[in-house]
């Protein structure tokens, strides 16, 4: 889902075909590589229900969504501060078939709401000090 956000003046910015007519946006990047920078252990991704759990859970990305939101919206932050005009949420493998692998199945709608919900808070808290529109994709 697209939508604008506020500019540091507070005003709606125009739709993104709008935009795209003024100027060039830019979209994020690949979340899972600065994921992987980060150099997580295994308890950032099995903590909270997902302690003890039954298989190992480092490399899920999208847990991260549960286990640390901190994380994700700190990438969301480093894509802005570069110049990114759209982000899109951390939900790659927020299905239950890629979850499988992880036996996480069950949470696979929980993912992609709590992606989605980092990504739109991040947004609404980045809306009056961005120099222009952000969308959320």
């Known amino acids: 889902h697209l ?3 506020r ?5 709606l910015t ?3 075909p709008t935009a795209l007519q003024e ?3 830019v979209l994020d990047g690949a979340m899972g590589t600065l994921i992987q920078k980060r150099a997580l252990k295994e308890q950032d991704f099995a903590s909270g229900v997902f302690v003890n759990w039954a ?9 991260l969504n549960i286990t640390r939101p901190d994380v994700i919206a700190d990438i969301h ?4 501060d570069a110049g990114a005009d759209i982000i899109t949420t951390n939900t790659f493998n927020s299905n239950r078939i890629s979850q499988s692998d992880y036996r996480c199945e069950k949470y696979a709608h929980q993912l992609a709401y709590e992606g989605a919900k980092i990504a739109k808070d991040f947004r609404h808290r980045q809306s009056y000090r961005a120099p222009r529109g952000r969308y959320l994709r």
């Open 7 to 11: 500019t540091a003046m507070g005003r």
């Open 23 to 25: 100027r060039i946006l």
């Open 77 to 80: 932050q480093q894509y802005i």
């Open 3 to 5: 939508a604008p956000s």
């Open 14 to 16: 125009d739709s993104i």
């Open 55 to 63: 298989v190992p859970l480092k490399g899920n990305y999208d847990i």
